[in-house]
């Protein structure tokens, strides 16, 4: 199936208020103070300091951001990611909930905005400066949550208006820069594995010593495993086998296996760590 039917566009911008302000004659002063040439540094306040409902969104908007890559392909430099077919309705419905908490968040921050300055202006103690902060409705306008999804451009639909040689040359150019980053993209999945296996294989390898018996066992060892061996299935967009297969011995060594036994059983962990050390071997990475 080609990437154009298994897979969509998706372009996620939230942006944030940063409540930050370069207070110029404060850096001056430590500069001229310090002898420090102008450019050594600088000096920025935090408009909302003393209150934590701006820097809630701002965490929110991160795990937003990283929730999307999760789910998503690179395409684009800081544009467009590929997002699989098969995650198109949960991934939207996903998409639409954290945007209304998003601006829940948002609306909550803004109606009490004015409490909330009075607090940072008191925190900030002589760098207060109310002519530092931006209206409300400038402040809202500095929020937002964005999500664009479109198809991805087939090369046969490359259309300009230009002579036919120029024109042959464009197409062949944007059909190198496609494989491109069909190939670019397909890295990922293949480095979410690789990171994974070999972290396992460090984590399972025996330490002589008390360092051992210290070591820490959670089920996110096995589950974090799991849960990408189901997400590779998707992110798989050209139905790589090699991929596959190397998804699927994963998939078979973390079948039935059980965090005590592993925690408390060294044999156990010798023989997870020689399957996940064979799936390394087996693939160029």
Known sequence: MPITSSAVQVEL????????KLDRNVTDTVLNSNGASKGSGKFTKNLMAGTHHRKE?????????????????????????????SLF????????TRKQEFEAMVDNFMSQYEH??????????????????PSAEEVRSKFGFRLVISPIPESKDFRLDIPQQDL???????????????????????????????GMS????????????????????ITNAQNLCSMLTHLNITGDPDLETAR?????????????DIKYNPQ??????????????????
């Open 268 to 285: 156990a962990r010798e023989t997870m760590k020689t399957k996940v050390d064979s799936i390394l071997e087996q693939f160029n990475w």
């Open 168 to 198: 042959e040359e464009a197409m062949e150019n944007y059909e190198q820069d496609f494989n491109t980053r069909i190939a670019d993209a397909m890295r990922e999945p293949w480095n979410k594995l690789h990171k994974m296996l070999t």
């Open 116 to 133: 909330l300055k009075q607090v940072a202006r008191a925190s900030l103690g002589t760098l207060d400066n109310e002519d530092d902060y």
């Open 13 to 20: 911008n939230i942006s944030v208020w940063t409540a930050n």
């Open 202 to 221: 460090e984590r399972l390898t025996e330490i002589n010593g008390p360092a051992q018996e210290k070591k820490r066992w959670h089920d996110a060892f």
């Open 248 to 260: 699927k011995q994963l998939e078979l060594t973390m079948l039935g296996a059980d965090i005590d």
């Open 89 to 96: 309705l949960d991934y939207k419905q996903e998409a639409n």
């Open 57 to 85: 969104i701002a965490d929110f908007a991160a795990a937003c951001r990283m929730w999307h890559n999760t789910q998503t392909l690179p395409w684009a430099d800081r544009g467009p990611r590929i997002l699989p077919m």
